[in-house]
């Protein structure tokens, strides 16, 4: 089955540390986002990435890192930077066209800081 | 202003009846319009996808675009309680590779 898989589904992060949340498609798309959504706020970009060991900062990147190292997996890392990193993490990827002609997202990382 | 407005506030209604959702967007560069559909908990799916202006059905589904307004709608016909979820609108430009996303609607189809 093609798709987006993200994992773990669940995550507890204690204060100061860093996590990775690993996503991984077999799509074949050059394209690979991270969003995070919190309630009330939509979808907000993370970083993105067009091609391999490229990248680019979104709206909100500040306490995070990315690698992009193989075409099929773009893993997030939630630095001790990041001050309030609860939140719900989304991975998505895409063709490039002539825009973005419809993400597909995986299932999610639902992040807790204890 | 930002780039996507929606009206985050929760929509109820019966089963059968009609939802209507909308979003105005600010930037005319905007070619390429989709809405998605997230239940609780998971990842958002796509329902609709629409290039420029026009109408576009499939099954219950309707999406239309006014390019002239800047205003996206999605309208679901004999709404089921399977349809109760959030629906997100999303846009993009021609050769942008980014999304703008609405904040979501979240409807609740009572049975």
């Known amino acids: 089955d093609g798709g987006i898989t993200q994992s773990p589904k669940y995550l507890f992060r204690k204060e100061g540390q860093n996590v990775t949340l690993s996503c991984e498609q077999n799509l074949n798309h050059d394209a690979m986002y991270w969003y995070r959504q919190d309630p009330g706020q939509g979808l907000r970009l993370i970083y993105y990435?067009?091609?391999?060991?490229?990248?680019q900062k979104g709206d909100i990147a500040e306490g995070y890192s990315v690698s992009r190292e193989k075409k099929e997996s773009f893993p997030l890392t939630v630095t001790s930077a990041q001050k309030n990193p609860t939140a719900f993490y989304l991975c998505?990827?895409?063709?490039?066209?002539?825009?973005?002609?419809?993400?597909?997202f995986g299932q999610g990382t639902r992040l807790t800081v204890v | 202003q930002k780039e996507v407005e929606q009206d985050p506030g929760p929509l109820s209604v019966p089963e059968g009846a009609i939802v209507s959702l909308n979003c105005t967007y600010s930037n005319s560069a905007f070619q390429y319009f989709m809405w998605y559909r997230q239940y609780s908990r998971k990842g958002p799916e796509l329902l609709m996808y629409t290039y420029s202006s026009g109408n576009k059905e499939d099954g219950r589904f309707t999406a239309q675009v006014d390019k002239s307004s800047k205003y996206i709608s999605l309208f679901i016909r004999d709404s089921q309680p399977s349809d109760s979820a959030t629906y997100l609108c999303a846009m993009s430009a021609s050769g942008n590779n980014r999304l703008a996303f609405g904040k979501g609607n979240q409807v609740v189809v009572i049975p």
């Open positions: 990435s067009q091609i391999v060991n490229d990248f």
């Open positions: 998505a990827s895409s063709i490039i066209g002539g825009g973005v002609v419809g993400a597909f």
